[in-house]
């Protein structure tokens, strides 16, 4: 085979090789810090880390590593953990090669890409589908390779992932340059190359590394010369800015190749040159003998035949040694030639036959030609010398003809290459001017995106003073105007705390002058700690039930009775704890986990604010506590924020003499710990200060409470009158998330699009009016179980029948009450939820499918029966996913998770496994076989996963069934 289709795979090699010689120190090192660690989950990571560096190494060492990671995040329940170190062990095994180990790795990704989609962690769920789809590529199965590839580009778009979107692109372009399809291999290169140019900045970096070899890859599958060239020498150029050695010699054997092709010798020996030098001191004996064989090749063509033939030998020798077969062959063929060259054919037979053993049944019908032509040379030499001279004299008779030819042919060769090559000079300059053209519209883009910025910076900061600012006089005007029909003590207490949100930031601001002129000065009180805290802290348990959010309080015990006490400024304390634990909750996502760890040492109190939610970059941590400053490129936030509070909690911090530090990690947790000498000892006390300590926490998860309903409610209003629309819009925002359309059409469109919790519609409406939308979305599977208000101008009897008769749950005729509006609404999404809890218990407990005639009375209970049918008759198919369950539904993904929690509450994963688990409970009971048998026979592939998802669905294990 040539030189230039070996150069897709050198990157992984050359990383192998430069991660090998560096890891062995690294490791060092990290083992060495093992028991400095404090921390169980951060003990977890190096554990981890050790792993990684191992599996390039030793595999035995890195298996050992990753499973010791495991259990030890087992025992601590560090989910995160034991997820990623599963996805070493996954790679370990990749690595180790084999078919029993490369199926568990196809294993061990595919559970953790279900479990990640569960927890909506695409970023994850794509990492596990690179790794899988290279997994299966290495044992040849490219077209589910390539299916793996593809979802782990959908799942890192869905993550907002760019770096791992252009590194599965570039995987997908190798996949298909493998099977020779090169026009497609060509389009995934260069979108890979695109996607490396549009990376996040804290992997720019990494990206520029990508980016060289995805030139390189692109280069290897073009076809053409004159663009393939260009490719390498961009890659080239890239990896010289690198330093990367291993680069530099890949993209100099691939130019050397191309050149050899064109037949321009001396242009390919530097290269080839170049390519043996760093090969030589970098020790890549592969390498080595690569750049040998070909330069003895172009000394063949070139006629230096001595020169040939050492280097030929030499790197013959290194191929032999080493058990380079691929090598060996292209250079037994090339030391072939040699010999034929020389008028050796005995020795140059000799080493074709050895090609033809190398290559078995692949060798192509060119050598058999070769070798016959070769064959029948030599026996004529044997012959006797009359017959060999009169044969002689016929071929230099024909040979006289074919030169003859060969200059006629030559003269028009010569005219073709003229023409040609004006063509590709033509073409070449068009593409200088596209590229110039290309590069201009990326500098105005990058302009655009720095202005944006810019705005972004200062829309955000004025948008904390605009927001609680709207929220006041919206309602003072119509106060104003007298025509304000709303609930005033409502909307007194909306400007009430919107008031006050207002005076917060500005102290806040006015805080941070202080602070810088020197102004602020602290006003020290005894005071008792653990109370203080403790009620501060339990205010914010509110807003953790509000969010489903796990939040952990732990205080120090008390000591010979006495609790902790402190000299500190309580209003100035307050703010720095409410602060951290504010933003700890707004950035932790539903069934997340919060804490707050208390202790104490020495005069030192230690607090501790962790979650797990999104984290903060590596490279905006340093910057975290810059005034104004803003991490925006986030998936949970629920606003901007003034980027003044951390700022303001720093310096509160530091006026204590404290200090404060962050640690984070993406998508794992965060942590900010406070150090402050405030601690003093309760027998240091007055009786006055030891009998009422104040406690001044305020209660902040009340500034933030709303309707029960308003977290999950979407509430579609469609209505063709805009100031109507808008009315409704304003009264049902502070309880629910609000969507309008302008006419029937449109609504229909919006509900089948996102799926709202209900409807209000009015009946008159231009294109399709309320009556034609409700019956339309009534008789459609993806919406019929949406309540649905109809508002009409006609309050008679028979209006109402007709929009009842087509499926509206409700009627309220114009001009109505907003709180009689309010009411409806919520007593229909209550009802709504009293069924979804009723489905949860009645469709769920069913032990078998049964027929719509039997018991599915409604729509809902229709859809769930039909969905449960699918599920067992798939009950024993591992690869029945929530892709598949939305296709047999013929629903998108969506559309199937909006309607699963309207009616059920549960996501469809969650449900597709509980009725797994029902039937497995069945089949445990009747004594259907082991916990192993019956959890592979249900498409679990992971027994120990299996087990604890039957112990949360029934409370114990499989085993006591």
């Known amino acids: 085979m040539k030189w230039s289709t070996k150069c897709l795979t050198l990157f992984g090699i050359f990383c192998y090789t430069a991660i090998l010689g560096q890891s062995s120190s690294r490791i060092d090192s990290l083992i060495a810090t093992l028991d400095t660690i404090s921390v169980d989950t951060q003990q977890v990571d190096r554990l981890i880390d050790i792993a990684a560096l191992y599996r390039y190494k030793q595999f035995d060492k890195a298996n050992e590593y990753a499973q010791l990671a495991y259990h030890f995040a087992d025992s601590i329940q560090f989910e995160s953990g034991k997820s990623r170190s599963l996805f070493q062990l996954a790679v370990i095994y990749r690595k180790q090669g084999g ?14 890409i279900e479990e990640a989609r569960e927890k909506d962690n695409y970023r994850f769920a794509g990492i596990n589908g690179n790794s899988l789809g290279n997994t299966l590529e290495s044992i040849g199965e490219y077209r589910d390779a390539v299916k793996a590839f593809h979802t782990a580009k959908d799942d890192f778009d869905e993550a907002g992932y760019r770096y791992g979107k252009a590194m599965v692109l570039n995987n997908i372009g190798i996949a298909f340059k493998s099977r020779k399809n090169y026009e497609t291999a060509s389009d995934y290169f260069q979108k890979a190359i695109l996607a490396y140019q549009d990376v996040e900045d804290h992997k720019k970096e990494d990206a520029k590394n990508g980016l060289a070899w995805a030139y390189m890859n692109l280069g290897n599958v073009t076809e053409v010369d004159s663009l393939a060239i260009p490719h390498f020498e961009q890659s080239l150029k890239l990896h010289q800015e690198n330093e990367n050695d291993y680069g530099i010699l890949s993209v100099n054997i691939c130019l050397g190749a191309k050149y050899i092709d064109q037949e321009r010798y001396e242009i390919a020996l530097p290269h ?23 330069i003895g090749k172009i000394y063949l063509k070139t006629g230096d035949l001595n020169k040939a033939y050492n280097f030929t030998r030499e790197a013959l020798q290194i191929c032999v040694v080493s058990g380079y077969k691929e090598e060996e062959e292209e250079t037994r063929r090339n030391l072939a030639m040699i010999y034929s060259e020389m008028g050796q054919y005995k020795a140059s037979n000799k080493e074709f036959q050895k090609v033809i053993h190398l290559r078995d049944s692949l060798y192509s019908d060119e050598d058999s030609k070769i ?33 003859q030819l060969l200059i006629a042919a030559g003269i028009i060769i010569i005219a073709l290459l003229v023409f040609f090559a004006y063509a590709n000079r033509m073409r070449k300059k068009r593409e200088e001017d596209q590229l110039a053209l290309a590069l201009e519209e990326q500098k105005t883009l990058q302009l655009k995106e720095l202005d944006d910025i810019k705005s972004n910076f200062f829309a955000n900061i004025a948008h904390e003073f605009r927001t609680p600012l709207t929220l006041i006089l919206s309602p003072l005007r119509e106060m104003a105007q007298g025509v304000f029909k709303g609930n005033q003590h409502f909307y007194f207490g909306l400007m009430k705390r919107n008031a006050e949100r207002l005076l917060n930031l500005v102290n806040q601001l006015l805080d941070l002058s202080k602070l810088e002129s020197g102004k602020m000065q602290l006003n020290l009180e005894k005071q008792e700690l653990g109370k203080f805290i403790k009620n501060l802290a339990h205010s914010f348990q509110s807003l953790a039930d509000r969010k489903e959010i796990q939040y952990r309080i732990f205080l120090p015990n008390s000591k010979d009775g006495q609790d902790l006490w402190g000299q500190f400024d309580g209003d100035k304390l307050e703010k720095v704890i409410t602060n951290l634990l504010s933003n700890a909750f707004k950035f932790t996502p539903e069934e997340g986990m919060v804490s707050l760890k208390v202790s104490a040492q020495d005069q030192d109190l230690h607090l501790e604010v962790i979650d797990n939610g999104l984290g903060i970059p590596k490279e905006k941590i340093g910057n975290i506590f810059d005034r104004f400053y803003q991490v925006t490129d986030t998936e949970y936030r629920t606003d901007e924020g003034s980027g003044i509070g951390l700022a303001l909690t720093k310096e509160l ?6 200090t404060i530090t962050v640690e984070s990690e993406e998508k794992a947790f965060t942590s900010f710990k406070v150090v402050l000498p405030i601690l003093v000892q309760a027998t240091d006390l007055s009786p006055s200060e030891t009998l009422s300590p ?3 926490a305020s209660t902040p998860a009340k500034e933030e409470k709303t309707n029960g309903l308003a977290d999950a409610s979407i509430v579609l209003v469609v209505e063709d009158n805009e100031d109507l629309r808008e009315y409704i819009q304003e009264r049902l925002q502070p309880s629910f998330k609000v969507e309008t359309a302008e006419n029937g059409r449109v609504g229909m469109d919006k509900a089948k699009a996102m799926i709202p919790d209900l409807i209000i519609s009015d009946v008159m409406m231009p294109e399709m009016n309320g009556i034609e939308m409700c019956e339309a979305l009534k008789q459609d599977i993806q919406t019929n179980h949406i309540p649905i208000i109809m508002l009409t101008a006609k309050g008679e009897m028979e209006d109402k029948l007709a929009g009842l008769e087509k499926g509206a749950d409700d009627y309220l005729s114009k001009p109505f009450d907003a709180r009689e509006l309010e009411i409806r609404i919520k007593n229909l999404v209550e009802q709504r939820t009293r069924l979804r809890e009723k489905f949860s218990q009645t469709i769920l407990n069913t032990q078998s499918s049964v027929s719509s005639s039997e018991k599915a009375i409604s729509p809902g209970e229709r859809f769930l029966q039909r969905m449960i049918t699918v599920i067992e008759a798939n009950m024993e198919d591992e690869q029945f996913n929530v892709e598949r369950m939305a296709s047999a539904m013929h629903l ?20 597709i496994r509980t009725i797994r688990l029902k039937h497995a409970h069945r089949l445990l009971e009747m004594k259907k076989g082991n916990v192993s048998e019956i959890a592979f026979q249900l498409g679990f592939n992971s027994v120990a996963y299996f087990s604890k998802c039957f112990t949360e669905e029934f409370g114990y294990s499989p085993s006591k069934v």
């Open 653 to 658: 911090v530091e006026l204590h003499g404290g």
């Open 694 to 696: 104040k406690i001044t």
């Open 99 to 112: 078919e029993d180990q490369l199926e568990k790795a196809i294993k061990i990704h595919r559970t953790l």
């Open 892 to 911: 998108s993904r969506y559309q199937l998770h909006r309607k699963m929690k309207a009616l059920t509450g549960k996501s469809i994963s969650v449900f």
């Open 272 to 294: 080839y040159t170049y390519a043996l030098s760093i090969a030589e001191e970098v020790k890549s004996t592969e390498r080595i003998a690569i750049a040998k064989s070909s």
């Open 371 to 403: 070798i016959n032509e070769l064959e029948a040379e030599y026996e004529v030499k044997e012959k006797e010398a009359a017959l060999a001279a009169k044969e002689l004299e016929i071929a230099k008779e024909k040979g006289l003809r074919a030169r």
